[in-house]
């Protein structure tokens, strides 16, 4: 949390108020996701794979907390989710399975707020869990469901290098080689999102690189 100024302070107990300890202003909480994503793109794309799970917990933390403040705030819990999704990938294994069932409730409480899931990075990022996870009884995945997760995001953005690369990855291993080498070189040719250009870069190398195994 930043340090406030002491005169603000003198100022909040003249006003018998606790300024220290109102909940952040919108433009507060809006800069708080920018540091989370910012640390979270240099996490995953740039980071040595060795540092990666430590890094992701402390930011998953710092994410749950944001979280408890605003809970309300559909741009807080997708950040929350692709956070934890991210955690839950490095870590592997059946130990990564509660972690990976947190980033898809906290994601399916977000789209309930706003059901455009952040322009679609929610549903990329459930198709993703849905994908990865193992089914019943062990976990929760499910091809259909991934399916209509990563359809939702197409509708939303069809030109989207996340949302093709992973649906041409989910659409590989389900053995549909043509649809799946169509969004790949989707994903290659799209356009990167100007708040997410470093990942976004990242995964069009994924692209390509999918698309020379296809």
Do not use: C
Request: hydrophobic share 40%.
């Amino acid at each position: 949390m930043h340090a406030i100024p002491f005169s603000r302070l003198l100022i909040a107990a003249a006003l018998g108020s606790t300024l220290a300890l109102a909940p952040l202003s919108a433009s507060a909480f809006e800069g708080e996701i920018f540091s989370l994503k910012n640390r979270w793109e240099h996490t995953v794309t740039q980071m040595p794979a060795n540092q990666r799970e430590e890094t992701l917990k402390a930011l998953a933390s710092e994410a749950e907390q944001l979280a408890s403040q605003h809970p309300n705030e559909a741009d807080v819990l997708i950040w929350q989710g692709i956070v934890l999704a991210s955690y839950a990938r490095e870590r592997g294994g059946l130990g990564a399975l509660g972690t990976a069932g947190d980033a898809r409730d906290v994601l399916e409480r977000a789209i309930e707020i706003d059901p455009t899931g952040g322009n679609g990075s929610a549903y990329v990022t459930l198709g993703a869990l849905y994908d990865r996870a193992p089914g019943r009884p062990l976990g929760f995945g499910n091809s259909d469901t991934a399916e209509r997760m990563f359809q939702r995001a197409l509708e939303l953005r069809p030109d989207g290098i996340d949302v093709n690369y992973y649906y041409a990855a989910f659409l590989k291993e389900e053995g549909n080689t043509q649809a799946a080498r169509e969004h790949a070189q989707r994903a290659v040719n799209g356009t990167a999102r100007e708040n997410r250009q470093v990942s976004d870069e990242a995964l069009r190398r994924d692209a390509e690189a999918l698309l020379s195994q296809l």
